[in-house]
């Protein structure tokens, strides 16, 4: 299964949809995510820390987990290149005007393209309208 930022970081992260996002992911067969994915949770969880919903040891320590399930193949980082780019700035074209996708989600999308993941997992939804008219396999549909 592909997820994308959106469906990552409530597995990190408790938020309002942490449960829903475990259930959907239980039991797939593989994680992968988008090297993108990595700086978008360190980000996030930069975020939750300056807001002061995690001090810095708490970021550490989930920093920790999830460069640990890396490293143990429990989530597969997927690295993207001039030709991901190239697919995204395509998809970007084949769902507009209808959605207009944002580049880093269509850099996902592109990603997810390029690896046979299963189903794609996202929770963002303009990912979801592009998917939709793309045709994608979607999780928790």
Known sequence: MYLDTSAL???YLPESDSEECERVVKGAQGIFISELGRAEL???LLAKQKTGLLDAEQRARISAL???HCD???VRLIAFDRDTVREATDLMRQV???VLLRTLDAIHLATYLSVDA????TRDKR???AARKLGLN???E
Request: net charge negative; no cysteine.
């Open 9 to 11: 970081v409530p597995l």
């Open 42 to 44: 360190a980000r996030a």
């Open 66 to 68: 999830f460069d640990r």
């Open 72 to 74: 143990e193949g429990a």
């Open 96 to 98: 507009a005007p209808d």
């Open 118 to 121: 299963g189903p794609l997992f």
């Open 127 to 129: 990912v979801l309208e």
């Open 138 to 140: 979607l999780a928790g």
